[in-house]
Every structure is written in structure tokens, then in C-alpha cells.
């Protein structure tokens, strides 16, 4: 049978006093004695008493939490995210709840509502890659509840955010692999819908023509977010008699598929074929070879949110602009296109 929690009527009870009395003395109001308040706080401790969150949250309309939503939470680019979200909050003295959509539009409309729910005072989302509708994004600005989305943001969306600059970040990858000497890059992207996809797009192309190059469409490939599937599509293109001797990835999983593609087939690599992904994940570092990535600087990009998110919640001077913070990619280059 659960133990019902103790509440400040049973404190009030207990000491015959008010529970207006307890209440105050709980918050060491110095209009109560202080024996009186020594008396109630010492019951508290006792009985173990807790506050309800939620009826703090209804009395004060501050609950002192703020949510994130994720698109997947063993994700170490979002982990780190969540670090970084955590250190800012830490130092205001608020809660972070995680949730993750595993890739779900529906999981993740959820996740904003159970978050509304519960009160929280400001929410902080990545969007999933099958989101193409936003009615739960409207319905928080609709609530007046502070929000900020990183990573993966809309153009169709007037919220503040925390990006990469994907395109720059793109023609970086893609610069360095032509000046190790690649002629024809691959490039496995997403679907493209989405907007960081159609940015890192726009760098890959922008870099080929900038060191005179042609952009060949046939060596774009959409596939799944999945290893298995990038795979199967760099297969394809590496068993072509002009194949591509290098592939620039829209993230470290696709870039990873290459790379096992590649040593599938017997291809050298980095002596034939070139690989770089995206987002230094826990897994490019440890492969075998290691994979060369766009570190996207993931703690920063959280306490830049966190950041945005207080300061709209403090309705600071101007807090309510739409604002864009830019965090800089850096390359790191490992073994995978060390030519």
C-alpha cells in the first residue's frame, strides 16, 4: 500500500498550529517566532516532507524546471547539449528534464505537452527529423512559455535559436577534402525537408564550385540516419566504374557506413577514399580507421540555449526578439582523410 505524502496540514495538525502558520514558518518568514519556526522546520525534516512541485508551481506560477527535447538521447552530440543546458541552469537553480522523441513527430508533440503540463518555465527542442508540422511549436509560443530550438530549427519558425553555421561548416569538410587531392565527392545527406540538411547541401556545392569543380548530382545520395543504410547507398556508389574517392556525410553515422562500405570492398582508405562526417560523435573517434568530423562545439551550443531561455524567462531588455546565435564548427582531421 503507497504511503501517502506528508503534507503542511499534517504538520499544522501535529503542532496545533495554522497551516498558514506552517507555510510561512517552511519559508523562515520572520513574521513567525523563531521558536516557532525552528519547531516546524524541525517536524518537516522528521517526517520528511517534500513541497509539491505542482502546487508550488500553481501558487507561484514558477516551477523552477525547464525541459529539453531531444531527437535521440544516446546521442553523445545531444548529451553534451544537455551538459551544457545543465551548467547554465545549475547556476540559476533550476531543474532540466529530458525527453527524447526518438526521431518521432508524435513522440515529440507529446513530450511538449506532457512539459506544458507540468508547468515548466521554459522548454528547450531539437526538432525531429520527421517533424513537417508545428502546431505544438505554436501552441507554446501561444502559451507565452519562453522556448528556444537548437540543431535542428525551421525557417517557417519566428523562435529564437542556437545553430551551426552548416554551411560553412560544409564547405570546410568539403575545402579540405579537395586539397588532399579528391576529385570526385560523394555526398550522403538526408531527407530534404530538412533545413540543416539543405545548408550543409549548399556548403558541399558552394566549395566544389569554388575550387572550379562541377557539381555532379549523381554523387548526392539521400538515405535513412542509419549506419545500415549509408552503408548500402556508398556501396552502390563505390561499385560504379567512376567511382568517388572521398564522401563528405551529413553526420558521423552516415560517415561510418562509408567507411565500412569501403573496407567491405577492399578500398584503401584514406589512400583511395577520403571520408568526413559530421558532429565528432563518441563513435568517430574510436573507429577503425578514425573518422574525420565537423565538431559542432555541442556544450557551447547548450549553454548558448540555456542562455537565450533565461533571459527570455527574466524578461530581460529585449528578451523577446527572435534571436539567432551562430556557434562555429571546427574540423578535426583523423585518420579516415589524413592524405
Do not use: W
Given at each position: 500500500?503507497?504511503?501517502?505524502?506528508?503534507?503542511?496540514?499534517?504538520?499544522?495538525?501535529?503542532?496545533?498550529?495554522?497551516?498558514?502558520?506552517?507555510?510561512?514558518?517552511?519559508?523562515?518568514?520572520?513574521?513567525?517566532?523563531?521558536?516557532?519556526?525552528?519547531?516546524?522546520?524541525?517536524?518537516?525534516?522528521?517526517?520528511?516532507?517534500?513541497?509539491?512541485?505542482?502546487?508550488?508551481?500553481?501558487?507561484?506560477?514558477?516551477?523552477?524546471?525547464?525541459?529539453?527535447?531531444?531527437?535521440?538521447?544516446?546521442?553523445?552530440?545531444?548529451?553534451?547539449?544537455?551538459?551544457?543546458?545543465?551548467?547554465?541552469?545549475?547556476?540559476q537553480g533550476y531543474q532540466v528534464f529530458v525527453?527524447?522523441?526518438?526521431?518521432?513527430?508524435?513522440?515529440?508533440?507529446?513530450?511538449?505537452?506532457?512539459?506544458?503540463?507540468?508547468?515548466?518555465?521554459?522548454?528547450?527542442?531539437?526538432?525531429?527529423?520527421?517533424?513537417?508540422?508545428?502546431?505544438?511549436?505554436?501552441?507554446?509560443?501561444?502559451?507565452?512559455?519562453?522556448?528556444?530550438?537548437?540543431?535542428?530549427?525551421?525557417?517557417?519558425?519566428?523562435?529564437?535559436?542556437?545553430?551551426?553555421?552548416?554551411?560553412?561548416?560544409?564547405?570546410?569538410?568539403?575545402?579540405?577534402?579537395?586539397?588532399?587531392?579528391?576529385?570526385?565527392?560523394?555526398?550522403?545527406?538526408?531527407?530534404?525537408?530538412?533545413?540543416?540538411?539543405?545548408?550543409?547541401?549548399?556548403?558541399?556545392?558552394?566549395?566544389?564550385?569554388?575550387?572550379?569543380?562541377?557539381?555532379?548530382?549523381?554523387?548526392?545520395?539521400?538515405?535513412?540516419?542509419?549506419?545500415?543504410?549509408?552503408?548500402?547507398?556508398?556501396?552502390?556508389?563505390?561499385?560504379?566504374?567512376?567511382?568517388?574517392?572521398?564522401?563528405?556525410?551529413?553526420?558521423?553515422?552516415?560517415?561510418?557506413?562509408?567507411?565500412?562500405?569501403?573496407?567491405?570492398?577492399?578500398?584503401?582508405?584514406?589512400?583511395?577514399?577520403?571520408?568526413?562526417?559530421?558532429?565528432?560523435?563518441?563513435?568517430?573517434?574510436?573507429?577503425?580507421?578514425?573518422?574525420?568530423?565537423?565538431?559542432?562545439?555541442?556544450?557551447?551550443?547548450?549553454?548558448?540555449?540555456?542562455?537565450?531561455?533565461?533571459?527570455?524567462?527574466?524578461?530581460?531588455?529585449?528578451?523577446?526578439?527572435?534571436?539567432?546565435?551562430?556557434?562555429?564548427?571546427?574540423?578535426?582531421?583523423?585518420?579516415?582523410?589524413?592524405?
Amino acid at each position: 500500500m503507497a504511503i501517502r505524502p506528508v503534507t503542511i496540514k499534517d504538520i499544522a495538525e501535529k503542532l496545533n498550529i495554522s497551516v498558514s502558520t506552517v507555510s510561512r514558518a517552511l519559508k523562515n518568514n520572520p513574521e513567525i517566532s523563531l521558536q516557532t519556526r525552528e519547531n516546524v522546520q524541525k517536524l518537516a525534516k522528521e517526517l520528511k516532507y517534500q513541497p509539491n512541485p505542482l502546487a508550488v508551481a500553481l501558487k507561484t506560477k514558477k516551477s523552477n524546471t525547464i525541459g529539453v527535447v531531444v531527437p535521440q538521447i544516446v546521442s553523445s552530440f545531444y548529451a553534451s547539449v544537455v551538459k551544457g543546458i545543465e551548467q547554465v541552469a545549475d547556476e540559476q537553480g533550476y531543474q532540466v528534464f529530458v525527453s527524447s522523441s526518438n526521431e518521432k513527430m508524435e513522440k515529440e508533440e507529446k513530450n511538449v505537452n506532457g512539459f506544458l503540463n507540468m508547468r515548466m518555465d521554459g522548454i528547450i527542442l531539437s526538432l525531429s527529423r520527421a517533424t513537417s508540422t508545428y502546431d505544438h511549436i505554436h501552441k507554446i509560443q501561444d502559451m507565452g512559455v519562453p522556448m528556444v530550438l537548437f540543431d535542428r530549427t525551421s525557417k517557417e519558425l519566428e523562435v529564437s535559436k542556437v545553430v551551426a553555421d552548416d554551411a560553412a561548416a560544409a564547405h570546410t569538410a568539403v575545402s579540405h577534402l579537395i586539397e588532399g587531392g579528391a576529385k570526385r565527392i560523394a555526398f550522403l545527406t538526408g531527407p530534404e525537408y530538412m533545413l540543416f540538411g539543405r545548408n550543409r547541401m549548399r556548403g558541399y556545392k558552394k566549395a566544389l564550385l569554388d575550387h572550379s569543380f562541377d557539381v555532379d548530382e549523381t554523387l548526392i545520395s539521400r538515405c535513412d540516419f542509419t549506419v545500415e543504410d549509408a552503408k548500402k547507398v556508398a556501396m552502390e556508389l563505390l561499385k560504379r566504374a567512376n567511382r568517388p574517392d572521398a564522401f563528405f556525410a551529413i553526420n558521423d553515422d552516415l560517415a561510418i557506413g562509408a567507411l565500412a562500405a569501403a573496407k567491405e570492398l577492399g578500398i584503401k582508405i584514406p589512400q583511395e577514399v577520403a571520408v568526413v562526417g559530421f558532429s565528432n560523435s563518441r563513435r568517430s573517434r574510436y573507429m577503425e580507421p578514425s573518422v574525420s568530423t565537423m565538431d559542432q562545439n555541442p556544450k557551447q551550443v547548450g549553454r548558448e540555449a540555456a542562455k537565450l531561455l533565461f533571459d527570455q524567462m527574466e524578461n530581460k531588455p529585449n528578451a523577446k526578439d527572435v534571436k539567432e546565435v551562430v556557434v562555429v564548427a571546427d574540423l578535426i582531421v583523423r585518420t579516415s582523410s589524413d592524405r
